[in-house]
């Protein structure tokens, strides 16, 4: 059969995809190797297509896996790169399916798109093959999808023109066309070239990335553990849809999803103004460019009008070395003189030059981080969007979530179980931007991440039910510990003074040894887990210093040194053992103040906390090594 004849066989059993253009179609017919369904007969997942088949996927090779001999081959490499199609299904496929009982499927339309594994895998005999479903990866309602269909149904993929997309249908083998669909064995295809734009390449793409953490996430841990480089290694798979928030105590629910607020308009005095006029005008307000740069590149249109001086006249005559020139070109530094009728043509331009322009002010609906990124991943459902707070646990999170409390109940699929009413404000907005909805609903592709450190000052508390819509994930103390090396991976050294600091402000002059950043945080947390009263929450993280600030301690000793002052000791002393301080600093007298245990540090370092280090100071080799290579 041709393309057209087999297309129409479908068309004819599925009149619902009339209105689709397509340019590639496959059409399986199931074995008992096929089916998932609840009575099927194999415990095999995935979908076996072989022959011309085959072409109707993208080809995936790697030498370690495909031109090698088959005991030799690199069997991590077959799953190294699966690829995630967008499929398309109906929901009057799946009601026929399923004898109207349409399960999890959770349609808002007429049809919803899901997502489904494909790798290319090669067989004993020396063939290859294209397995389609991995059970582990595709979207639930594919798999549910393919749990409708049983032994000789057909499976039926069809390609749209000019798209990375697929339409998925079942078709009984009970059809009308049934028999000859059961002799369409081939990939058939229109013979015209079917190009697919990059847009529609990565929008593609990004549809199908799977992310493999919950829609509500919040990562904690002690300060300096690594909770944003986490969610910053992580997000990758939202590529530029990310909104970031920072929550602090006075973060407010108008801030977060958003409100009426003031705003001005500026109405520039720009009206009936030619396009070259426009040019013109461009580069005389341009804040970029100096005001000798505005001259030269005016020069030419206006030495005709003998606007030689036209610095002059538009006030961008900045300094004495500004130089300007007379219409044959020549230096004209003492020929300042203008007439009146030359001012004429650049008038104009003087007056729109200048701030001349009148402001009002208007109230509209200003969106918050929320409202932006909800009304993004409405917009563009085949997208994943990520909002990402910081310190989410620094602002009062019921006032600040207020309402949008109740959308962090997610379905199955991910999006809000339950809707909750909007404004007529917000509800405006929504349709300014092509929404039109009478409720919110956070959609399955919208995901919220946090960081919290329960661990600081000025926490507000989080209750139970607020805590109960998200997933939480620890970060131990030590869980990035290994990450702590120089680019040569050789552990982190940090200078710790051994004495006459205060007086010794010369780097020539300072003395101090060299301890692994590492061993230092470890003995002070094992001091500080010695008292009873201080919680895990509270020790120190490998991160506590930035890894460019560790990295730079062994070259500027004298900064770090004071560093290591303001922020480990002032933390410890602040927020740690404030109550009772002598129990960590045992060496600083019986009150001591901050003042006293920095000035003790001068001089007897990390002895303050009553510790044992070893130093490792490199030897006079490597200090010759080390001063070469600066």
């Not at 083998?173 to 081939?186: E, G, I, M, Q, R």
């Not at 009206?271 to 804040?287: A, G, P, S, Y």
């Not at 003087?350 to 981080?369: C, M």
């Not at 910081?390 to 999170?397: S, T």
Request: charged residues 30%.
């Amino acid at each position: 059969m041709e393309f057209i004849e087999v297309l129409n066989l479908i068309l004819d059993s599925c009149p619902f995809l009339r209105n689709n253009d397509y340019d590639g179609i496959i059409v399986k017919k199931l074995a008992a190797t096929n089916t998932i369904s609840d009575t099927g007969a194999s415990h095999q997942s995935h979908m076996a297509f072989t022959g011309r088949q085959k072409d109707f996927f993208p080809f995936l090779n790697a030498d370690g896996y495909f031109n090698v001999g088959y005991e030799s081959k690199d069997d991590d490499l077959k799953k190294y790169f699966t690829l995630q199609i967008p499929v398309t299904i109906y929901k009057e496929n799946t009601d026929a399916l399923s004898n109207g009982f349409v399960g999890s499927f959770n349609y808002s339309s007429d049809k919803k798109t899901v997502k489904a594994s494909v790798l290319r895998s090669r067989r004993n005999n020396g063939d290859d093959q294209i397995e389609l479903s991995i059970k582990s990866l595709d979207d639930e309602e594919f798999i549910e999808f393919r749990k409708l269909l049983r032994v000789n149904d057909f499976f039926v993929l069809l390609k749209h023109r000019n798209e990375l997309k697929y339409d998925l249908v079942g078709i009984r083998s009970s059809d009308k066309n049934a028999d000859p669909l059961s002799k369409c064995t081939d990939f058939y295809k229109l013979g015209t070239q079917t190009p697919v734009s990059i847009e529609k390449f990565e929008n593609a793409i990004q549809s199908t990335v799977i992310i493999p953490y919950s829609h509500n996430r919040i990562v904690f841990g002690a300060p300096g553990t690594g909770k944003s480089h986490k969610l910053n290694d992580e997000n990758s798979p939202f590529g530029k849809n990310i909104e970031r928030v920072t929550f602090h105590p006075n973060y407010s629910y108008a801030q977060f999803v958003g409100t009426y607020k003031p705003i001005t308009i500026n109405k520039a005095n720009t009206k009936n103004i030619t396009k070259e006029q426009e040019k013109i005008l461009n580069v005389l307000q341009d804040k970029t460019k100096t005001g000798q740069e505005k001259y030269d590149l005016l020069y030419e249109q206006f030495k005709q009008d003998n606007l030689t001086r036209l610095p002059l006249l538009l006030g961008i005559f900045t300094d004495d070395e500004f130089k300007t020139r007379k219409i044959d070109g020549s230096p004209a530094a003492n020929d300042n003189g203008v007439e009146r009728n030359h001012g004429r043509a650049i008038r104009p331009f003087v007056f729109l030059s200048e701030d001349n322009s009148t402001n009002e002010i208007k109230y509209e609906y200003v969106p918050g981080p929320f409202m932006r990124i909800y009304v993004s991943a409405k917009k563009n459902p085949s997208q994943n969007f990520l909002l990402l707070i910081e310190e989410i646990n620094r602002a009062n999170v019921a006032a600040v979530f207020g309402d949008v409390f109740q959308l962090l109940d997610r379905k199955s699929d991910g999006a809000s179980e339950y809707p909750i009413a909007v404004s007529e404000d917000i509800k405006k907005y929504l349709a300014k931007n092509g929404i039109q909805e009478d409720s919110l609903s956070i959609p399955s592709n919208m995901y919220i991440w946090a960081t919290m450190n329960s661990a600081d000052q000025g926490v507000f508390p989080m209750d139970t039910a607020f805590k109960r819509r998200w997933e939480f994930e620890y970060i131990d103390i030590n869980e990035n510990a290994g990450k702590l090396v120089y680019e040569d991976n050789k552990p982190i050294l940090i200078p710790i003074p051994i004495g006459n600091h205060a007086e010794s402000k010369d780097k020539k002059n300072l003395k101090y040894n060299l301890y692994e950043w590492n061993a230092v945080r470890e003995k002070i947390n094992k001091k500080l887990s010695d008292i009873s009263s201080v919680n895990e929450d509270k020790l120190l993280g490998p991160f506590f210093f930035s890894i460019d600030k560790l990295r730079a301690a062994k070259k500027e000793p004298q900064k770090f040194i004071e560093l290591f002052k303001s922020k480990v000791l002032m933390y410890l002393f602040e927020d740690v053992v404030k109550i009772s301080p002598t129990k960590l600093f045992v060496n600083c007298g019986d009150h001591p103040k901050y003042s006293t245990i920095c000035s003790k540090f001068d001089e007897i370092g990390c002895d303050i906390f009553d510790i044992e280090l070893a130093s490792v100071n490199p030897t006079e080799k490597e200090r010759k090594q080390e001063s070469a290579n600066e």
